[in-house]
Nanobody, 123 residues
Framework: QVQLVESGGGLVQEGGSLRLSCAAS???????MGWFRQAPGKEREFVAA????????SYANSVKGRFTISRDNGQNTLYLQMNSLKPEDTAVYYC?????????????????WGQGTQVTVSS
């Protein structure tokens, strides 16, 4: 069973940047991965996803052009570079792994989840 641990969250001013990391407990080079986020009182929403080899990525419209998902399979680490942050990006960010298949924007398609890392953007 893959264990995922996120890091890199924090407090940043509007327009700033953060890079989130997600370390996997074992080789995850075959697993499509994703980032999701959940703000207080809201449902968990898709942010970005990446194929097992890293060649295919997808983004939510709300973050397209500002966020970049990437992965280093040699280091078993997933990243989310977040630029031009806005207050509405404030949420707990989760990384997730699928056991197989293609990257997906649906949370229910993912089998393993991290504990989340808080991102707060002040105006």
């Amino acid at each position: 069973q893959v264990q995922l641990v996120e890091s890199g969250g924090g407090l940043v001013q509007e327009g700033g940047s953060l890079r989130l990391s997600c370390a996997a407990s074992e080789r995850f080079s075959r697993n499509p991965m994703g980032w999701f986020r959940q703000a207080p009182g809201k449902e968990r929403e898709f942010v970005a996803a990446i194929s097992s080899g890293g060649s295919t990525t997808s983004y939510a419209n709300s973050v397209k052009g500002r966020f970049t998902i990437s992965r280093d399979n040699g280091q078993n680490t997933l990243y989310l570079q977040m630029n031009s942050l806005k207050p509405e990006d404030t949420a707990v960010y989760y990384c997730a792994a699928r056991s197989y298949g293609l990257p997906s924007p649906r949370a229910r398609d993912y089998d393993f989840w991290g504990q989340g890392t808080q991102v707060t953007v002040s105006s």
